[in-house]
């Protein structure tokens, strides 16, 4: 299975949830994180990891071609044992690595899609913010589940209605999650049609074990499941673990769809329409003096 991490504005945290979901996803997996974020990687930076192996040498030993298991021979471990490609921090050395590992717009991916096929592994990749024209939007649009990451705010709302019903288009099962404070997951829902999967708890201290930095809590083989934010990761990875893989290339619905939902709770609200487009592309989240949970000047949690 590949999964895709990523966001369509700001930074609300891909990296580090993309290597909390890899961390707990569900044994006997085998599961693997790859940085694919074309502004360039931070695993190397907060673990101190060697430059190589890596997204560089993958790229280099794919261009030459491989087996499936070429992917794990460019891996290197984060504490706790997880095998992760890392990739260099220069944003220019990396958009040339992503490039040359999806040179066919159509069957490409080669060495990573290889690697996610076959049986009783997860590749999950790190894209990061994906723009317009980013080397990381081939590999989203052919992975089997997109994850998208949006904090709750709205100023990060207003430009998902014009483009989720192209993110829906991605995967066969693309869904949606809250990061951090904001409007609730049901006030988003009635501006956007789609209900998030859930919302990415606040947790300092779990994000912080995940980025490599001391705290009071370790790694080791259960520090992330003692997390807030490690519990969280294993909820979604469990509900996505049951997702079907469809085998690539996958064809793209006729029509727009928005997202959808690989299990039950998350789906298009009954009853919610979700209404044509304003010309600018941009549907206002709620006014706060027409939202209760708002009216004295906080937001809804």
């Not at 006030?187 to 708890?201: F, I, T």
Request: proline share 13%.
């Amino acid at each position: 299975m590949l999964v895709s991490v990523l966001s369509l504005k700001g930074s609300p945290g891909a990296t580090t949830f993309a290597v909390a979901l890899t961390a707990r996803w569900p044994a006997p997996t085998r599961a693997l994180v790859v940085e694919a974020d074309p502004s360039g990687g931070d695993l190397g930076l907060r673990f101190s990891l060697p430059s190589t192996p890596g997204l560089v040498s993958l790229a280099a030993a794919a261009r030459r071609g491989g087996d499936a298991d070429l992917v794990w021979r460019h891996t290197q471990e984060l504490p706790g044992g997880l095998p992760v490609i890392a990739a260099p921090p220069d944003a220019e050395q990396t958009r040339a690595a992503l490039s040359a590992l999806v040179p066919d717009p159509v069957t490409g991916l080669g060495a990573v899609r290889a690697a996610a096929n076959q049986p009783g592994t997860v590749v999950v990749l790190d894209c990061g913010r994906v723009d317009p024209g980013s080397p990381a939007l081939p590999i989203a649009r052919f992975s089997d589940v997109v994850v998208l990451l949006s904090r709750a705010h709205a100023d990060d709302l207003a430009h998902l209605p014009r483009r989720l019903p192209a993110v829906g288009r991605w995967s066969p099962n693309p869904v949606l999650l809250l990061v951090g404070e904001g409007y609730r997951s049901t006030e988003v829902a009635r501006e956007l049609g789609v209900l998030p999967l859930g919302r990415v708890p606040h947790d300092p201290n779990g994000a912080a074990v995940l980025c490599g930095r001391p705290n009071k809590l370790r790694w080791g083989r259960s520090g992330p499941s003692h997390s807030a934010l490690g519990r969280f990761a294993h909820e979604v990875a469990t509900q996505l673990a049951t997702c079907e893989r469809s085998v690539p290339p996958f064809p793209l619905p006729a029509e727009p769809t928005g997202l959808r939902a690989p299990v039950t709770t998350m789906h298009t609200v009954p009853g919610v329409p979700i209404g044509p487009i304003p010309p600018n592309g941009v549907r206002p989240a709620p006014r706060p003096d027409n939202n209760p949970h708002q009216q004295r000047g906080g937001q809804a949690s």
